[in-house]
């Protein structure tokens, strides 16, 4: 599967790429280095996205997780609904999926395309929640601090 690796301000990213879909954008530089059309796309794209997120738009390009159930990947549409700028929370997402805010917050940490599957944009009830990104809930109020999201204090 074609990787190719991008410098961004939260570290570098890795996006990989299956039969013209991303299927992952993960933490550090991948080993391999590849730059298909969709790859170079979806890098000039998340470059744009962390100079003005708003500006960016919607991710145009198909985007296909690797793995995750059906409830995951039902969740991981919701993701995708939420505007940049905006917050939900775990149990608002989960009332609109069904199932718990735990059952949400466990298919967001799953999440396999980070930033272009937006789940930053969960947060919980009493605060930020958690971010399984490298830098972790730093990570997460960086990114809701880029596209000017309330940060959420801790009740």
């Known amino acids: 599967m074609p990787q190719l690796s991008l410098h ?11 039969d013209g879909k991303i299927i992952s ?4 530089w991948g080993r391999d280095q590849t730059e ?3 790859l170079c796309a979806a890098r000039d794209w998340l470059d744009t996205w962390f ?13 296909e997780p690797m793995f995750g159930t059906d409830y995951q990947k039902r969740v991981w549409t919701a993701l ?4 940049v700028g905006t917050v939900k929370t775990y149990l608002a997402l989960a009332q609109e999926v ?8 466990q298919a967001v940490g799953r999440n396999p395309i980070p930033i272009l599957i937006p789940c930053h944009r969960v947060v919980a009830q009493s605060g930020l929640g958690g971010y399984s990104g490298d830098g972790g809930v ?4 960086w990114l809701l601090t880029l596209e000017g999201a ?6």
């Not at 730093?138 to 109020?141: A, P, V």
């Open 98 to 105: 069904g199932g718990s805010a735990r059952s949400v917050g």
């Open 51 to 63: 100079d003005d997120p708003k500006a960016a738009g919607v991710f145009p390009f198909p985007l």
């Open 8 to 18: 961004s301000p939260i570290g570098p990213l890795t996006l990989t790429e299956e």
């Open 150 to 155: 309330p940060i959420p204090s801790r009740g």
């Open 25 to 28: 954008l993960d933490w550090g």
């Open 80 to 83: 995708c609904a939420i505007p």
């Open 138 to 141: 730093d990570d997460k109020r």
């Open 36 to 38: 298909t059309p969709m």
